[in-house]
């Protein structure tokens, strides 16, 4: 059981460039999100997903998109990437349960942008 | 808006002490808290997630309380050890806005950064 996985761990893009960050998790859960992680901050929500086909903003949406074909996987793509995108992204998923709602959290994708 | 405060913002203590970490929320209206260990470089992994209705839950050396009304939470790590040395970071989730439910919005505070010294 893999859990929540992320490719690639690393990656510097020069200003301009596209990307797109892969998420999967094979825990069979309906809700995935994207945040970000900068420096001494907390994390910030960038998207997320209630299940396939469905999508929504979270608090910093503006220079992502994210897609959700399959239960399985959560793509976040980078258009045109700015300085202001160096960050830590993390994905992260939860089951769909009357239950915890804990968030389990892959390990993360670091993102320079020059 | 949901504002998550932890304090301190770094600690260091010796081992075998035992500590507190503080974690404050503006709005308490809060579904879950939910207490994470993240590791330099790594991502994060749950320790702790304590229902709105619960006061505290136990986890080894980890107790982590809540108090909904005051919109405190504190998370107890006793006989502190150097493999304890990470960032500990507090998140709340949100009650749900409607029945097709936001409960899904977790809002973080910044983290403590605890270094046990041996």
């Known amino acids: 059981n893999a859990g929540v996985t992320q490719t690639p761990k690393f990656r510097i893009l020069k200003i301009g460039q596209s990307m797109t960050l892969q998420c999967a998790q094979d825990m069979n859960h309906n809700y995935m999100y994207w945040y970000r992680q900068d420096p001494g901050m907390g994390l910030k929500l960038i998207y997320y997903s209630v299940g396939a086909g469905i999508t929504d903003k979270g608090e910093v949406p503006n220079g992502y998109n994210v897609s959700r074909s399959t239960t399985e996987d959560f793509p976040l793509r980078l258009e045109l990437a700015a300085p202001s995108q160096t960050s830590v992204y993390f994905c992260a998923s939860s089951p769909f349960s009357g239950a915890a709602y804990e968030q389990y959290f892959g390990p993360g994708t670091r993102l320079t942008v020059t | 808006k949901q504002e998550v405060t932890q304090i301190p913002a770094a600690l260091s203590v010796p081992e075998g002490e035992n500590l507190v970490l503080n974690c404050s929320f503006t709005d308490s209206a809060i579904y879950n808290l939910q207490w994470f260990r993240q590791d330099p470089g790594k991502g994060l992994t749950s320790l702790l997630l304590?229902?709105?209705?619960?006061r505290e839950q136990t986890s080894g050396r980890l107790n982590a309380s809540l108090d909904k009304s005051s919109g405190r939470s504190t998370l107890y790590i006793a006989a502190s050890q150097p493999g304890d040395s990470a960032t500990y970071l507090c998140?709340?989730?949100?009650?749900?806005?409607?029945?097709?439910?936001?409960?899904?919005?977790?809002?973080f505070g910044k983290g403590t950064l605890l270094t046990v010294n041996p």
């Open positions: 998140a709340v989730r949100h009650l749900p806005i409607n029945s097709g439910g936001s409960n899904y919005k977790l809002t």
């Open positions: 304590i229902q709105s209705s619960q």
